[in-house]
């Protein structure tokens, strides 16, 4: 299993903080929780920041899962579609790209830290990533941080080019991610549904 980047700082001061406390361990014994406490966090961050391989194959039509998580709530309002999918620590923290396209804007947002799977997260500092298809298909994935995750990385740019699935950013600890989608896109899944990143079809366009 490949480990994202994100996660190499923890690793390497936890290991660090490990071999430490047991060189001194034998003379100050308290040195031993400090060593168990180190391994909690070694083994935690190999698992939280876990970087598993995703290689399915999407139709044209398809529109993929931007995140891993829960869906929280479906919402239409004037013609948009709002998708909200809730991660737990225990999920993949990775976000794809739900759709091929062109990165058209990047725009990040400070604000508050309300737990994610509250209505209030609305108000919490995001990242938008604004992608635009062909034929008038678009997508933006809002990536949201919650009352522990502190941290947003985004992987992608203006002007850049995504595959559906590729890796477009990550959010560090619980969370959500937000998908807004267009009135020719139809929603395949419902709330409480299990969704993964670059693996689960969200929704389909509409065929003309």
């Not at 737990?115 to 298909?137: F, L, P, V």
């Not at 959500?176 to 709330?191: G, H």
Request: contains cysteine.
């Amino acid at each position: 299993m490949k480990i994202v980047k994100e996660g190499f700082y923890i690793l390497i001061f936890s290991l660090g903080a490990i071999i430490i406390s047991l060189y001194y361990a034998r003379s100050y014994k308290f040195l031993y929780t400090i060593t168990f406490i180190s391994g909690i966090i070694l083994l935690f961050s190999l698992y939280f920041f876990r970087d598993p391989t995703r290689n399915r194959k999407f139709d044209e039509n398809e529109i993929a899962s931007p995140a891993d998580g829960t869906v929280l709530s479906l919402k239409t309002e004037n013609g948009i579609t709002v998708i909200r999918i809730f991660m737990s620590i225990f999920d993949v923290h990775i976000q794809r790209a739900p759709i091929e396209g062109k990165i058209k804007e990047t725009k990040f947002t400070y604000g508050k830290f309300h737990i994610a799977y509250k209505s209030q997260a609305k108000d919490n500092q995001r990242n938008m990533i604004k992608i635009e298809g062909k034929d008038g298909k678009w997508a933006f994935v809002e990536q949201i941080t919650g009352a522990i995750a502190r941290r947003i990385a985004c992987y992608v740019k203006e002007g850049d080019t995504v595959k559906i699935g590729q890796k477009i950013g990550m959010i560090y600890f619980g969370s959500q991610v937000a998908l807004y989608l267009p009135q020719n896109a139809v929603i395949t899944v419902k709330e409480g549904d299990k969704v993964f990143a670059g693996k689960s079809v969200i929704g389909l366009w509409k065929k003309k």
